[in-house]
Every structure is written in C-alpha cells, then in structure tokens.
C-alpha cells in the first residue's frame, strides 16, 4: 500500500507482473497516461469481481454458524492488494472491493445494512495495511520473524476494531449479543486476512526456492501427503485409539514443519491454505473431534478457528525463521564468494602490476621511512649490478658512494617533509658510458594520512638529450641554410636581371628602322650572349638541384685530357685577355692521351673554377698545371690525375674557405654585388669531384691569391700513349666554322602533330635537300613507316615527337621495334627531363632532341644519322646567325607591348611566323574553350603543342608559359593554380598575336 525503498526481486511471473505495476504507478496521478488509467481499472475490476465471487461463495456458509461466515478470505484478498501496489492505486482497488462487497450483501440484506458491512470490511483492510506499512517501514515479504509479527498483530487488532463496527450491527439485528458477534466478526476476519494475504502476498514477492524437476516433484508430495493425513485425522471415528486424533492439526506437524524448513514461505503459506480450507470444509459437514466429542457446531468453528491462527501463526513463523537463515547463508555465502573474488582480483591486479613493475623501462624502487630498500624492479638490478636480495633492506650508504647517497638521502628526507613529489636529472657511470637520467621520487600516504614509504622512478633519458641536442643542431643548420638560400634568392635576382636587361634593351633598339645591318647583328649577337649567360645560371641551378635529388650522375668513358683543358682554356682566353690578365697553362709531365672520365662534368669543373679565378683577380693572371700520378692511394692500381688552378687574386680567410662548397653561399656576400654570381659553382664543383670520386682542396690567403688542387681517378693507363708538350688551342681557330658535306639526299619520316612544327622542321630538311614525309600521329607513323620497310624502301630516318594523338612516340617506337623495325629513330620532344629520355630511349629510340629546337643543332643530329646510315645531303654541320629579316620592310609602327620572335631576323624562319601565329591564335581560342569548360585534359593538350612548336619559332617565353600550364594540367606541379597559369598563356598569346598584325599593316 505504500512505496518501498528497495525493488521487489522480479523472478516469477507474479513477481515481474507486480514489480512492473508498482514502478508504472510511482508518479503522480496527474501524470498517468491512457495505458495506465487501464491498467489501474483493470485491477479494480479483477478485485472487484475476485471479491464478489469469494464473498458469495462465503456467504453459503452463513446458515451454519448463527449468520456469520466461517472464514472470510476477501478480505485478505483486498489487504493483499493494498499490501502489493502503490497508495494512490490501492485506493483504487479498495473502491472496487467496497463496490462488490455492498453488491454481495444487498443479496440478503438491506442497502443500509449492506453499505454498513462494507464499511467495516474496508476499514478493516485499511486498517490492517496502514499498520503494517507503519510498523515496518518496507514493503513485507514474510520472510522476516518481524514481518510475520507485524502483519499478525496488524490483522488482529484490525479484525477486533472492525469487529465492534459489526457487533453493532448484529446487535441492530438482534441475531446476537455484542460480545458474541464481536468475537465471531474477529475472529472470522482475522483469519481470512491471516490466511489468504500470506498467500497471495508470497506468490508475488517470494522467489521460487525449487528450481528443478525434483525439488518441485517434493513440494507436491508434501502438500499432497499434508493435504491426506489432515483429512484422514478429521476424519476417523475412534479418536481413543489415538490420542492425536483429538488434536488433528498436530497430526499434520511434521509435514508443516518439513515444508517449512524445505522449503520457503511461498510452501507454508500454501500449507497454512491447505489446513484451512480441509478444517474448515470437514468441521461445517460435521466431522472432527470437537463434533466426536459432543460439542456443537458453533463450538468447533470457534476451536477450528483459532487453531487456525495459531497455526498459520507457527508456520509463516518457522517459514520467516527459516527463509531469514537462508537469507543469512545466501549472504555469507556471496560475501565469501566476494572475498574470494576479491581476493583473486588482488592477486590479479598485484600481478598485473608486478609484471609492469617488472618490466618496465623505468628504474622503480621503495624506500621505508628509515631510506631502507623495500622493493625493486628488474631494471634497478640491471643498472646497480646486484640482485634483488643484496638490496631489499639496504641503505642507499651501503649500495653507493657517500656523494651520491647523500644526495639521495637529502631528496628522500625533502619528500618525507613536504610531501610533494621531487624530480631531478642526474648522471649515472654505466658500462663505460656516462648516461643521464630523469629521477622522480613522491611519498605513499597510508589511510591514516601518513607518509609510510617512499616511491622513485628513474627513466634513462640520454637519447632523448642527444635527439635534442641534434634537432638544435638541424634547426641552426636549417636557420642558416635558409639565410644561404634568402642570399642566393638575392643573388640569383642581380644575376637573372642583368642579362634581362640588356636582352630588353638591345631587343627594343632592334625595332629602329635606322639601324644599320652591322648594329642589328651587334645587337643580336649581344642578346645571344646575355641569352647563353641565362642558360648558364639555369644550368647551374638544374646542377644543383639534381645533385641534392641524388639524380646527377657522371659516366666514365675515353676522354682526352690535353683536349679537354685546351677547349676550356680557348673559352676562358677572352674573358682574361679583357681584364689583361695572363692565363698560362703547364704540362708538368707527360700525360696520357685518353684517361677515363666524365669529359662533360670534367669541362663544367674546369670551366666554372678557372672562371671564379680570372673573375675575382684584377692584376696579375691565372696558372693552370696539369698531371698524371701512377696510383691513387685509396685505389691501389688506379691511376689519377692533378690540376691545380692558381691567382693572384683578392684572396679568401680561413673562415671563407671552410664555408667553401656550401650550396647557395658565396665566400662574401659583399663579392656578389662586387664581381656578381649565383653561390652555386663552388658548390657544384665540390659536389662533382666528390661524385667522380676525387677529392679538392683549397688554400688562400687574403689579398695573396687562392690554390685549387684536383684530384680525379684516370682509370687504368697502362699501355696508354702519352705527351710531354701541351699546346694551347687558339680561339679563333676553336670557333665552329660552318662545314658542308655535299652527298645525295635520303629519305625522313617526320612524326609531329603539330603544324607549326611540321612547318619549320621540314624547312630545314628541305632546304637541306631531304626528302620528308609528314605524319600527323603516332598511329599513321607507324603504319608509314611499317609499310615502306616491307616495301623495301624503308626511311633512312624518323623523327618522332612523344606526344601525339591517338597514339604517342613511345608507344609507336614500342610497336615498330615489336614488329622487327630497325630503321633509325630519333625522339623530338619537350619532355627533356632525364628520366623521360631513359625512358625513350629504353623503348627503342637511338637518340634524343629536346625542345625547342635549334636549327644548328637539329641539322647537325640529322646530318650525323644520315652520315651513318650511308645518306649525304647538303646539311650544314653548324651555322652562324645570319642578318636578321623583317619581311621586307622597317617596322614603323611597331607595338611597345607586342611579343617579337627572336628568330624574326632569319631567313628560313621569318617568312613562316604569320603562319604560324595564325595557327597559334587558333590554339589559343581552343585553350580558352578548354578553361571556360574545365577540360584539363584538353588544357594539357594544346599547351603541350604550344610547348613543343614556340620555341623553334622563336618565343622562349610562350614555350616556358605552355610548360607551366601543362605540368599543372597533369598534376605534376600542384603549386601552380591552373586558372591563374593560362591567363598569362594567353596574354602572352594575345601578344604574339599584335606582334605579327603589326609586320601585316608594315607590309601592308
């Protein structure tokens, strides 16, 4: 009737259905949903109609015992259910009884008098509940000695109280007198709530104790065996052969006490049932030893009723009794069960953590109050070299030296007194090897709030020190490689821009209609020279590059070293013959005629120092000398050879000498706006020896002059003719003379697509004499080329661009040479990076041409291939810049922001540039189509034809612009914002495309 404190056990079906009742109904009224209405008006029409139904059944009995009732169980059936559910729903269902009860009795008597009888009952369960929840202050469950004392005392006192209520109205009736009604209406009702309250109320709330097919095959026997004996006594005629049988509940003790103890009060509530419905039915038809012995009816229901209590007093109290010592096993048991599992878990965890304690990196130690050793890990062992049982119960006096065991007692003693943790650093002498260690030493407080030990953990932390001491190291190495690099950047501007501007200036002053032949060929030759200056720079910076990527590689193949070193020196004559300096080479003994080198890395070497020298030195000259030694002391049997480079120039400090070979640096910052250059040759020059596998040494002193010495392994000489006299080639006889080798013309294949292209090479072919077929793609190339093979007039050469249409170069030279062509193939395209030409020529190609094409060279590739094949053509071997063409008239009104061709001056070119440029505005209204679409695919395509044809027409810039575009378009340069790249493509475009309206309206 009132809410618990504790939940019900939800085992059985009555106690799930009960315990989901009570916590559906613990809010407010106010607060029920429609489901819960029904339910609550559920419940008051099952106790209502359950009600009804036992109290007409009760009412049969009335006529046997002077109007009342032998036992009145719908009472009990009520209080079970104010006991079971929450007030607010008790309510309920006490109205729903007092309903079926007033309906009951109105069959046999008045409205008033009906309504009077109901009053009584419901105030008697009322009563009862409100009792019982008082007295125990929880929700009852008959499975306590105070619970059974409780509810007892609760239904006497509520069955005598309502008892007066009735006794009045029998008094009313005249059926009785007061005292008389009122026992028979106590009694009655006391023991139907004694009865059937128990029963219900452990059929809900008690779990099950015979779980099991046997155990409940034995609660069957015992109320089937109860159930027969007590009948039997009740019914035997002889009671004086057993004197029992005068007491027939007694008969039935041992069954009531074996189910009792059995089992729980679940049994004996069914036990006290069984006893009261076999009483009762036996003593109304008249048997029993009250109606044997001679009393009547009324006198034995009288006996039979109190008996009833009694008994049903005993067995719920021996139930309680037993229930409670099973309830004290049961719990002793699970404390057990609890200590043993935490005491398992004790044993795990200490495990757990002894294995961590074990094995842990750290030194882990406990100290005692007195700086006793309690406790050590594995690692404490490794570090101090004793076992485990030499320093439990040790001072750290007896273990170490004293400095350092008092400083370990004074940190141990600086815990203990404030009681905060301690860390330091400290350094340990083990195994020859000074390390550092982390210490931290913190107090373990016990429960009563003192310090009982104290705790240290030492971590090795030497490799953490020495990465610090690297990554500062690697932070000043990279703060001082990017102030080199932000110096280089500022050097590199002076160096571009110089050459720039006399390119700008000289390429405006071309646009005079007064200039004579001799100044435009001044002028050209001065933007050539500036131009050549740029290449320089970019090599340089390529170099570089290429050797931090570990991509640069040098060969080893026969070079002439006389040879090499009287080239470099024809170069480098002019440039000291302009400062009147005295360049001067010397043979110190003979050398060989071929040593095995890299000739190209050699020259750049020689070049690069011997121009450092004639540029830093302003008075005096430059020696070079040069020799063999035998054998090179790190390659026994290997010969190498020595040059030295000797000035008199500014000279270097220590300081600038040991910065020497450092990428991006220069020996003075300052020497940079004095004498110019990039920081890079140095640095190139260190790095090539190293990878030629020689060493260089430099010596200078301020103002004195600075000594190079190189040395570079020679292979193997022997046998190898040598010289003992050098001779020095002059620079005008070294200066490339134009040569032509008059033989008759062969066959080319030309594979380009783009028209341009085609344009200008086959110009140069044809104007060779050799004859050339065009073919637009891959795919035409190859079914050209197969078909004349078989034919058997196969071309003497193809030229195949990379990138076509429909089929690209690598792919068409991988099915020529599948199909058993072995025709010559030279690959012509912008893809000159290293690797794309070892890829090219890993396919099949015997030689490569990088783009853009310069007309001297391609003439002298072709004339070479067809030389070898057995095919003569008029072919220049090498050209010098003719007198620049305008189309035939002076460029009056040429545009300031127009783009010129710097190949508008030659004959063979300048005539095809309007067509050109008319194709190439064609393209560019296609690169346009493929932005505003966003077909990068297409943009990749036509910037890659504009890439390939500008720069033989004579537009670097246009060539460089298109390169961007399309490694952006391909992906290969995500720095480079594709929408941001083509507009400057275009413009460019645009302007190329002034550039030839205004020779137009000049010709015009």
């Not at 799930?16 to 559920?42: H, M």
């Not at 029993?288 to 009288?302: D, K, L, Q």
């Not at 011997?610 to 008075?619: D, Y």
């Not at 079914?783 to 196969?794: C, V, Y």
């Amino acid at each position: 009737m009132y809410e618990v404190p504790h939940p019900i056990p939800q085992t059985s079906p009555a106690v799930t259905a009960t315990g989901v009742l009570v916590s559906r109904f613990e809010k407010p009224i106010a607060d029920w949903r429609r489901a819960e209405w029904l339910t609550v008006l559920s419940g008051c029409l099952i106790v209502g109609l359950g009600y009804y139904g036992i109290a007409r059944i009760s009412l049969l009995f009335v006529s046997a015992s002077k109007g009342f009732a032998v036992i009145w169980p719908a009472n009990g059936l009520v209080l079970a259910s104010l006991l079971l559910v929450p007030r607010r729903v008790g309510l309920f269902f006490v109205l729903g009884a007092a309903t079926s009860n007033t309906l009951a009795s109105m069959a046999s008597r008045d409205v008033p008098i009906a309504l009077l009888f109901t009053f009584a009952n419901m105030f008697e369960v009322v009563f009862a509940a409100a009792m019982t929840a008082l007295m125990l202050r929880r929700r009852i469950r008959f499975t306590a000695i105070r619970e059974v004392v409780a509810f007892s005392t609760a239904c006497l006192m509520a069955g005598m109280l309502s008892g007066l209520i009735g006794a009045g109205i029998a008094v009313n009736l005249g059926a009785h007198s007061f005292w008389e009604a009122w026992e028979l209406w106590a009694t009655v009702d006391a023991l139907g709530l004694m009865v059937v309250t128990p029963f219900l109320v452990t059929m809900c709330t008690v779990r099950p104790c015979w779980p099991g097919l046997l155990k409940l095959l034995e609660a069957v026997a015992c109320l089937l065996s109860y159930a027969v004996v007590l009948n039997f006594a009740y019914g035997y005629k002889d009671p004086h052969r057993a004197l029992l049988l005068y007491f027939p509940h007694a008969t039935v003790l041992p069954f009531l006490i074996w189910g009792c103890v059995r089992f729980d009060p679940r049994m004996a509530a069914t036990l006290v049932v069984v006893m009261t419905l076999v009483s009762a039915s036996n003593t109304v038809d008249g048997r029993g030893p009250m109606i044997r012995a001679g009393y009547g009816i009324e006198e034995s229901i009288v006996t039979l009723q109190m008996s009833t209590m009694l008994w049903s007093l005993c067995a719920l109290t021996l139930a309680a009794v037993t229930a409670d010592r099973k309830t004290a096993a049961d719990a002793l048991a699970e404390s057990g069960q609890r200590a043993r599992s935490a005491e398992r878990s004790a044993i795990e965890s200490h495990q757990r953590l002894q294995a961590v304690f074990d094995n842990s990196d750290a030194v882990i130690f406990m100290k005692d109050l007195a700086g006793r050793y309690v406790e050590v890990n594995r690692e404490f062992e490794r570090v101090t070299r004793l076992l485990r049982k030499d320093i439990v119960g040790r001072t750290d006096h007896e273990l170490f030296p004293k400095a350092i065991a008092d400083d370990f007692l004074d940190r141990d003693r600086e815990v203990i007194r404030t009681r905060l943790p301690v860390r330091f650093d400290s350094n340990w002498y083990i195994d020859g090897i000074t390390r550092t260690y982390a210490s931290s030493k913190f107090p373990l407080i016990d429960a009563d709030d003192k310090v009982w030990a104290v705790c240290g953990m030492v971590t090795d932390i030497t490799g953490r020190i020495q990465q610090e001491l690297e990554l500062r190291c690697a932070k000043e190495q990279a703060e001082l490689a990017n102030r080199a690099k932000s110096e280089f950047l500022a050097n590199i501007s002076h160096e571009i821009r110089t050459p720039l501007t006399s390119i700008f200036g000289y390429a405006d002053l071309l646009l005079a209609p007064d200039l004579s032949p001799e100044e435009r060929v001044d002028h050209i030759q001065t933007i050539r020279r500036n131009g050549e200056h740029l290449l320089a720079i970019l090599n340089d910076v390529l170099d570089m590059s290429k050797i931090e990527a570990g991509r640069m590689t040098v060969e080893k193949m026969p070079t002439s070293l006389p040879e090499t070193v009287a080239r470099v020196m024809s170069l480098m004559r002019h440039r000291a013959l302009a400062k009147s300096l005295e360049l001067e080479v010397v043979c110190r003994r003979p050398v060989p005629v071929v040593i095995e080198s890299d000739p190209m890395r050699l020259r750049q070497l020689l070049l690069n120092i011997v121009g450092n020298a004639i540029k830093f030195t302003e008075t005096g000259g430059v020696r070079v000398a040069f020799w063999t030694e035998d054998a090179v002391p790190d390659a026994p049997g290997e010969a190498a050879i020595v040059i030295e480079i000797s000035d008199s120039g500014i000279g270097m400090s220590p300081a600038q000498v040991a910065a020497l070979g450092e990428a991006f640096r220069q020996a003075d910052p300052s020497h940079a706006r004095r004498f110019g250059g990039s920081g890079l040759g140095m640095s190139i020059c260190y790095r090539l020896v190293a990878l030629m596998g020689g060493t260089i040494r430099c010596t200078s002193e301020l103002n004195r002059g600075t000594h190079f010495t190189i040395r570079l392994p020679a292979g193997d000489l022997t046998g190898v003719p040598r010289i003992g006299e050098f001779r020095d080639v002059d620079p005008e006889v070294a200066r490339p003379v134009p040569e032509t080798l008059p033989i008759r013309a062969g066959r080319v294949l030309l594979a380009e697509d783009s028209p341009d292209t085609q344009r200008l090479l086959k110009l140069y072919l044809d104007k060779a004499g050799v004859q050339t077929e065009v073919a637009e793609n891959g795919r035409i190339a190859v079914a050209r080329a197969l078909e004349a093979w078989r034919e058997g007039r196969p071309y003497d050469l193809i030229l195949m661009d990379m990138q076509m249409p429909e089929m690209d170069g690598a792919s068409a030279v991988s099915v020529l040479r599948s199909n058993g062509y072995a025709g010559r193939i030279v690959a012509v395209t912008a893809n000159a990076m290293d690797n794309e030409r070892r890829q090219y020529m890993a396919v099949g190609c015997d030689d490569f041409l990088a783009k853009p094409v310069q007309g001297a060279v391609f003439m002298d590739m072709v004339r070479r291939h067809l030389h070898e094949v057995g095919v003569s053509s008029s072919v220049p071997a090498a050209t010098t810049a003719a007198a620049p063409y305008v189309g035939g008239a002076p460029l009056e009104r040429a545009k300031p922001d127009a783009l010129y061709s710097e190949l508008a001056g030659d004959p063979d070119v300048g005539p095809l540039l309007p067509e050109y440029l008319q194709d190439l505005d064609e393209l560019a209204v296609a690169l346009r189509t493929a932005l505003d679409s966003g077909d990068w695919r297409a943009v990749e395509r036509v910037s890659h034809k504009i890439k390939g044809s500008a720069g033989a027409y004579g537009y670097p810039s246009l060539t460089r612009a298109a390169a961007t575009v399309e490694d952006a378009a391909k992906g290969a340069n995500p720095s480079v914002d594709i929408p941001t790249a083509c507009p400057e493509l275009l413009a460019l475009c645009e302007r190329a495309g002034i550039a030839v309206r205004a020779v137009s309206v000049v010709d015009r």
